[in-house]
């Protein structure tokens, strides 16, 4: 099997690492890779944001399967076109991957599926945010909406640090488009821990946890990052836990989302918080995690090539738009 990885960061990194090791491929390329890639598999000179460039890629390079490591892609629509043109492709749809392109349509997909989240309310006005911060009280979180690159996610320990960041959002537009509607929830208190799982259309399996680091200072202090290192396994996510983060939260949103005509399909990332509530829904994410792929990939007992096409078998592709795909 010929293998496509696209993206250039160190996620990408361990999914080639771990292909490599997989029996079944024949030969990896990575687009656009960088020189740590290089050791293993052909680096094609193609943004992984250059869709049309990518395509072209997998006609040239004859390639079996397409696993998508980033999230711009795939928001972007790059699996769906993948599928139209008789592709295998490792990611969700355009529409399944609006639970990380838009935290409003994420959150508002828990509420009406009783999916364990924070209170929350979304707003493109700025006095109407301002007006629910006070009601909701500090602390609390301002989301830009969209893809932000992991800075997106602003926690406000008082209601002044609250208005600066809907400031910069909603009258700023520090973060451009993305910025131009956020949601406002309440702050949750305890462990946090990103939860992965397969999910092949409705069916779902657990891959593993891990923690990462997010704020920048020692201490858990100041801004959050995207993400500075990751570790597992994670002590509070013991098989009990699992199980309900499985039952509660991934298998809803799974079927949540079959039911509303996107039927999930690659590597579900869940943020979460484990409050003395249960395990509640902080964001969602449509790929493995950067850095969690690091320390949960080389855990994986087996080939990954063989894992990433072990849910439903490739079909012939129906009309564009149709549920008839060959994503995983």
Known sequence: MRVLVVGGGGREHALVWKLARSPAVTALVAAPGNPGIARHASCADVSAADLDGLLGLVARERVDLTVVGPEVPLVAGLADRLVERGHAVFGPSAAAARLEGSKAFAKDLMAR???????????????????????????????????????????????????????????????????????????????????????????????????????????????????????????????????????????????????????????????????????KVIEFNVRFGDPEAQVVLPLLSGSLSQLLLAGPKPQAPGPPGSSSSRCW
């Open 113 to 279: 599926h009783g999916i364990p989240t924070a209170r929350f309310r979304t707003f493109d006005d700025a006095a109407a945010a301002r007006r629910w911060c006070r009601e909701l009280g500090a602390p609390l979180v301002v989301k830009a909406d969209g893809l932000a690159a992991g800075k997106g996610a602003i926690v406000c320990a008082t209601l002044e640090e609250a208005d600066a960041a809907l400031a910069r959002c909603l009258e700023q537009r520090e973060f451009g488009a993305a910025g131009a509607t956020v949601v406002v929830e309440e702050f949750l208190r305890g462990e946090e821990a990103s939860f992965f799982a397969l999910v092949g259309g409705t069916a779902a399996v657990p891959l593993g946890s891990a923690q990462d680091h997010k704020t920048v200072f020692d201490g858990d202090r100041g801004p959050n990052t995207g993400g500075m290192g990751a570790f597992t396994p994670v002590a509070a996510m013991d098989s009990a836990a699992e199980a309900r983060v499985m039952r509660e939260i991934v298998e809803p949103t799974v079927a949540a989302l079959a039911r509303e005509g996107a039927p999930y399909r690659g590597v579900l990332y869940v943020g979460l918080m484990l409050t003395a509530d249960g395990p």
